[in-house]
């Protein structure tokens, strides 16, 4: 089976366009479609009730946050509450593989095939293409820079949430490095990339299929602030030194994170 996890926190302007492409792959017998609502104040949740009824979906199904959600401290904390709600459902299973997908993104679903869903079975994690597209429509694919294996002494270039397919038995052999707060700003795609850098080459797959990236001002990485640039590498790299043990990288970048981020963690107590 697989899952197709939807991140949603106040998205109904995209979440349409998602639902519509989704309208191939309603009642299929090998897929169902987990929302995952962070407490929207908008009307994400009428407009997914709606597809549910117009369609007569039965694969269709919501998780619902119990509170209005007004803003998080910590935003990505919300990816990671919900996709443990999934993993604490009666819908996970070790043997089911889960597609993790942001509501502001979207895919040619009529194009999935048998083929397509044989090729993640045999594998932890598959990673699709990802092609950025503007507001004024313009198309750009995403490169990534440094793929899961390339270099095993700097964590590999982030693909992002929704070009990751995952495994329910990986999902639940790295739960405790999944879910540790200690690292702030590493996003639940930035810790699948890095621990599937703890897998064998032949469990980790790039497909060659395109996830649709729609750039806004809530995720145009483009526009955020150098320091916040900054902390996020170095919590990068401390994580990516946790899940090896903490064990010491012989790389120029990864050498100038360490000293970075000693000072970072040292300024940080002493101003406590």
């Not at 106040?10 to 897929?31: C, D, G, R, V």
């Not at 709606?50 to 269709?60: G, L, P, R, Y």
């Not at 964590?155 to 992002?160: D, L, M, Q, R, T």
């Not at 590498?233 to 030194?241: G, K, N, V």
Request: a positive charge; aromatic letters at 14%.
């Amino acid at each position: 089976m697989l899952n197709i996890v939807v991140f949603n926190w106040n998205y109904s302007k995209f979440l349409k366009k998602l639902l519509s492409e989704m309208q191939a792959i309603t009642n299929h017998p090998e897929i169902r479609i987990l929302i995952c609502d962070d407490g929207s104040t908008d009307c994400s949740l009428d407009i997914v009730r709606n597809f549910i009824s117009e369609f007569n979906t039965k694969n269709v199904f919501i998780f619902e946050s119990k509170n209005p959600n007004l803003g998080r401290k910590k935003p990505y904390q919300g990816q990671l509450e919900s996709l443990n709600k999934v993993m604490d459902s009666k819908f996970f299973s070790t043997s089911d593989h889960y597609w993790l997908m942001d509501a502001d993104d979207y895919y040619y679903f009529s194009t999935l095939n048998t083929k397509f869903l044989d090729t993640i079975k045999e594998k932890k994690i598959c990673f699709t293409k990802i092609k950025n597209i503007t507001n004024d429509g313009i198309e750009s694919d995403m490169i990534i820079k440094r793929p899961i294996f390339e270099n095993n002494t700097l964590f590999p270039s982030i693909s992002v949430t929704s070009s990751i397919i995952v495994s329910g038995e990986f999902l639940l052999s790295n739960k405790k490095y999944i879910f540790d707060d200690r690292f702030d700003d590493v996003w639940l795609d930035s810790r699948l990339n890095m621990l599937a850098c703890l897998l064998k080459k032949e469990e980790v797959k790039y497909i060659d299929k395109y996830i649709f990236r729609l750039i806004h001002n809530s995720n145009d990485s483009s526009k955020m602030p150098f320091s916040r640039i900054l902390k996020k590498q170095i919590s990068a790299h401390d994580y990516f030194r946790f899940i090896h043990n903490n064990k010491f990288m012989l790389n120029p970048r990864m050498c100038f994170l360490t000293i970075l981020s000693k000072c970072f963690h040292a300024y940080n107590r002493l101003s406590k």
